[in-house]
């Protein structure tokens, strides 16, 4: 097996990366090769319980989304990976379809929105829900910072699902969550200026 070393870059980037067949086991495999690049990578986990033999409740970690890993590179860094590894040719860019030009086709999540995201998913319970991107996820609503408890300095936007009154946070334009049980008390409301310079910083 090729060994290859990456030099350092400031030019890193969070991509969202697809993984053909990625079926929880093979992805579990697919992020400890990429810890053993050194790496950068981040993979939403869920809680999964299952019942065993004699009849107890085992709790286990898996992924949230079959196939989706998001690694901290850059793109030159990842397309020679693909190109030179053949444990990495399952790995694809996720893709803007509307983007204007090819290069800008590629999506890149910023710094502050990957913060977000991975500061939710440190808890991995029933406060949170992973939502697919619609236009009712894009659509205004009321800019907030979370000011206390466990998701503390996450910002998002209020929204109802299913008569319930939740905190969303994107991933813009192609994910988002859904936090739960936020009493009104712990949110700070943000003018709509501050939320967009917060989502377009990197």
């Excluded at 009712?136 to 929204?159: M, S, Y």
Aim: net charge positive; with cysteine; charged share 25%.
């Amino acid at each position: 097996m090729t060994t290859t070393t990456f030099d350092k870059t400031p030019q890193l980037q969070w991509f969202p990366m697809r993984i053909t067949y990625g079926r929880p086991e093979r992805m579990m495999r697919f992020q400890e090769m990429l810890n053993q690049l050194h790496l950068e990578n981040f993979m939403p986990m869920r809680i999964e319980y299952q019942k065993t033999d004699n009849w107890d409740v085992s709790k286990s970690y898996v992924p949230a989304v079959n196939g989706l890993i998001f690694i901290r590179s850059t793109r030159e860094q990842l397309t020679q990976l693909k190109m030179t590894r053949r444990e990495f040719e399952p790995m694809h860019y996720c893709t803007n379809l509307f983007a204007e030009n090819d290069y800008d086709r590629v999506l890149v999540i910023p710094d502050r929105q990957m913060e977000n995201f991975m500061r939710i998913y440190k808890y991995t319970d029933s406060r949170i829900r992973l939502l697919e991107y619609t236009d009712f996820i894009a659509k205004p609503g009321k800019r907030v910072r979370i000011t206390q408890g466990d998701f503390e300095n996450t910002v998002g936007t209020i929204k109802r699902i299913k008569k319930s009154q939740c905190v969303v946070v994107q991933l813009e334009g192609f994910a988002a969550i859904a936090i739960a049980f936020v009493p009104p008390s712990w949110l700070q409301e943000l003018s709509e200026s501050d939320y967009q310079q917060f989502m377009g910083a990197r």
